[in-house]
């Protein structure tokens, strides 16, 4: 979305329901169905979570739905409750999958692995065989801004439509890893990307057109979220935020997401994440390239 019209206002909606945290880290999942459907209803306008999501996707569309399973992962109910309300929107079941870098961490992090049957497709990029390919990413590197990457098939041939479903939590040297950060795990060489608090290579691997042409919707995990010690898992730091925080621009749901971030930071007595020395300049460089609205006075934040 571009962000050189400063009458655009784009729409971040935040779903909260304490019902949906249980005892011992349990997330409820009709209850996060609930809230995905409420959220989805108020950002699109639309009269009703059915009629909002089928206005999103359509029979022909092939979907993928990126999870992050790095350290503290996106909860599997999440994602499942997204692949869910794609398929009940008309997309086969078939034509749906939930994936990440790799079959191993998703196992890992709590996901059922399925790469064959009728039902919805759960595989990292490294499980895909396609002519042409190393390893589930395309052959040929292709240059997006400063990265030099080779990306997923997923997202490069397989994929009509995107749904961009991140965990809300603290990064040790990006500040943030929420939406934008997470195409991180779209690339084969995220490990040379990590200078100067990563930017701008995580907003640049997000300008490339396999990604920034095909995202239609972000749902940011925000159920138990972490506000220190990121990416990584820190229990003491695990953050029972309740929610989820859903829109279409990704820059200006990474921009509310800090902001609530630092938030949190600040009520446990610590500094936001730009004065802890880890600013998400990320954020504010995507916003630099015309991919979302970075300025939270410009960001219509609706709580559900």
């Not at 002519?131 to 240059?143: H, K, N, Q």
């Not at 030099?148 to 098939?153: E, F, L, N, Q």
């Not at 998400?280 to 991919?291: D, K, P, Q, S």
């Amino acid at each position: 979305m571009p962000d050189d019209d400063a009458t655009k206002r784009p729409r971040v909606v935040v779903a909260r329901d304490a019902r949906c945290l249980g005892d011992a880290g349990a997330v409820d999942a009709s209850v996060v169905a609930e809230m995905l459907d409420a959220a989805v209803a108020r950002l699109t306008g639309a009269a009703g979570a059915a009629k909002a999501w089928k206005g999103l996707f359509g029979p022909k569309d092939r979907v993928a739905v990126k999870v992050n399973t790095l350290g503290h992962p996106t909860h599997p109910s999440v994602a499942s409750a997204v692949a869910g309300r794609v398929v009940a929107a008309g997309v086969p079941a078939t034509s749906v999958v939930v994936w990440d870098r790799s079959t191993a961490e998703l196992r890992a992090a709590g996901y059922e692995i399925v790469t064959r049957g009728s039902k919805v497709r759960c595989h990292g990029t490294d499980a895909v065989r396609a002519p042409r390919t190393v390893a589930g990413y395309e052959a040929r590197v292709v240059t997006s801004g400063a990265i030099g990457s080779r990306y997923s098939t997923l997202v490069s041939r397989f994929a009509t439509a995107i749904v961009n479903v991140p965990v809300l939590k603290d990064h040790s040297l990006a500040g943030l890893s929420g939406g934008l950060k997470n195409f991180f795990g779209a690339i084969h060489n995220p490990n040379k990307y990590h200078d100067n608090h990563c930017s701008p290579f995580v907003a640049d691997a997000s300008l490339h057109p396999w990604i920034s042409r095909k995202l239609r919707l972000v749902v940011m995990d925000a159920t138990i979220a972490q506000y220190h010690g990121g990416p990584g898992v820190l229990p003491r730091c695990r953050w029972g935020f309740g929610g989820l925080i859903v829109g279409a621009d990704p820059v200006a749901v990474d921009a509310v997401a800090l902001d609530l971030l630092d938030r949190q930071r600040r009520a446990k007595g610590l500094k936001p994440v730009a004065e802890d020395g880890r600013p998400a300049a990320h954020v504010a460089a995507a916003a630099r390239r015309h991919l979302g609205v970075a300025d939270l006075k410009r960001i219509e934040v609706v709580e559900v």
